[in-house]
Nanobody, 116 residues
């Protein structure tokens, strides 16, 4: 079964850190552009960070620049998102996406809650 599965979410206080993981199953992520998106309560889904298959191009939403770092390990079929200095506005469901041509896979998401 082809899928991507996220993990690493949780409850953290403002200023804290979390590391999210996305693992591909049933396919190799090596040729895919990988990205993280989030869906906050009452808001539309937004792109958080994206990394090309060769890691040559990386982009971030303005709201997370300098705090979040996206990375990938194609050998392990895994992508990560290191999130530092988390703020309440970072709260939401974080979704992993793998995209290549017409193939587009979404995970179920992992909840991140930033609250004191």
């Amino acid at each position: 079964q082809v899928q991507v599965v996220e993990s690493g979410g949780g409850l953290v206080q403002p200023g804290g850190s979390l590391r999210l993981s996305c693992v591909g199953s049933g396919f190799s992520i090596g040729m895919y552009t990988m990205s993280w998106h989030r869906r906050a309560p009452g808001k539309e889904r937004e792109l958080v960070a994206r990394i090309t298959s060769d890691s040559w191009r990386i982009e971030y939403a303005d709201s997370v620049k300098g705090r979040f770092t996206i990375s990938r390990n194609n050998d392990n079929n895994e992508m990560n998102l290191q999130m530092n200095d988390l703020q309440p506005e970072d709260t939401g469901v974080y979704l992993c996406n793998a995209q290549r041509s017409i193939n587009n896979y979404w995970g179920q998401g992992t909840q991140v809650t930033v609250s004191s």
